[in-house]
């Protein structure tokens, strides 16, 4: 599912004014060291949902939206994670996302003069998927339960679950075994 979005339209000016009060709380977030619960409460502020005690994000944190992130519990976070997540992000129980990953659920039309104008598309990590260091997600991916990224892929199509997928862009190097 996709969803085109003018960036003249009303709602894309609505948006806008989430992502001003949003782009504070991030650079509040980062600006000094900070607990595990200080880390929470800002990210719950950011996303508009209240963390489970049991996530566990590490810092820098950046998101360019923040309001469309999903966090379930069980999760870590490393840092210099970079959420771009106005199309949606949904991270399920028990996800690890390795340092320096990027999940974008935001693109670019196509066509040279509507280029300025996004497509947004919700990227999915399904229960007890492992991303590594460095990993990029790409709009309307899911990353099914179970399954591993290797370190530096590009993911530009989902994942089945139980599968183990690394590379540029990310081809199946193996099953899990249940």
Not at 30 to 41: A, F, G
Not at 146 to 155: D, E, K, L, T
Not at 168 to 178: D, F, L, N, T
Request: proline share 4%.
């Amino acid at each position: 599912m996709s969803e085109k979005m003018d960036l003249n339209s009303e709602k894309y000016q609505e948006i806008q004014k989430v992502i001003d009060k949003n782009l504070e709380l991030v650079q509040e977030l980062n600006m000094k060291p900070r607990t595990i619960d200080q880390t929470r409460k800002i990210v719950s502020e950011i996303i508009g949902e209240e963390l489970d005690e049991s996530v566990e994000i590490r810092l820098p944190f950046q998101t360019d939206f923040g309001a469309n992130i999903h966090i379930g519990k069980n999760v870590y976070i490393n840092n210099g994670s970079m959420f771009t997540d106005m199309g949606g992000i949904y991270l399920d129980d028990n996800v690890l996302i390795g340092p320096n990953v990027t999940i974008v659920s935001v693109n670019h039309q196509m066509q040279p003069n509507n280029r300025r104008n996004l497509v947004l598309k919700p990227v999915h990590i399904e229960k007890n998927a492992w991303l590594g260091a460095g990993v990029i997600v790409t709009p309307g991916v899911t990353i099914g339960e179970n399954a591993v990224v290797g370190a530096g892929a590009v993911v530009t199509h989902d994942v089945a679950k139980n599968t183990v997928v690394a590379g540029v862009p990310a081809k199946i190097i193996k099953k899990i075994e249940e």
